[in-house]
């Protein structure tokens, strides 16, 4: 039961299966017995975004993952929606543009795309969508961003 490694994996699991509060709760656990390492900030934060739970305390885990594992375009990309999440456009477009360049992923372009929008930089925006479907953008998204991405779509396809 204090396995950081089962805990983990059973959280990552919950995740997929949909059960959210379950793997938040296993990722906290996690880090509450000094396991905690750079994955479960990531994802617990990553969770926290994507829920809307808490932003500054997702923020503040975000920051330690980084602090640790350094400026990883997934830990950047999760503090980058972080900020989105939280209203911090100007701070989410640089992680995210940062991210992007580091890794160029479906996801990580549609995040760029989110924040584009949110800033009112509609062909900004354009681009980073146009981008991200040249990367088989479906395949990189969490089951949470689907609404997400369908009011991009609607959104940004009307231009």
């Known amino acids: 039961p204090t396995s950081s490694a089962l805990l983990t994996g059973l959280a990552s699991l919950r995740e997929m299966q949909g059960k959210y509060q379950e793997a938040t709760d296993l ?9 905690g390492g750079v994955a479960t900030l990531n994802n617990l934060a ?3 975004a994507l829920t809307n739970d808490k932003p500054s305390a997702a923020l503040e885990l975000i920051s330690r993952a980084i602090s640790r594992g350094g400026p990883l375009p ?8 972080v900020y989105l999440k939280a209203g911090d456009t100007p701070r989410a477009i640089e992680d995210l543009e940062r991210a992007s360049s580091l890794d160029p992923t ?3 372009y549609f995040h760029l795309s989110q924040a584009y929008l949110q800033a009112g930089k509609k062909d900004a925006a354009i681009q980073a969508l146009a981008k991200s479907r040249a990367k088989g953008l479906k395949l990189d998204l969490h089951a949470l961003e689907m609404t997400a991405h369908q ?7 009307q231009h």
Do not use: F, H
């Not at 990722?27 to 396991?35: A, E, M, N, T």
């Not at 009011?151 to 940004?156: A, H, P, R």
């Open 106 to 108: 479906g996801a990580k």
């Open 27 to 35: 990722y906290r656990r996690d880090i509450s017995q000094g396991g």
């Open 46 to 48: 990553w969770l926290m």
């Open 151 to 157: 009011q991009i779509l609607n959104e940004l396809d």
């Open 74 to 81: 997934t830990l950047l990309d999760t503090r980058g929606v």
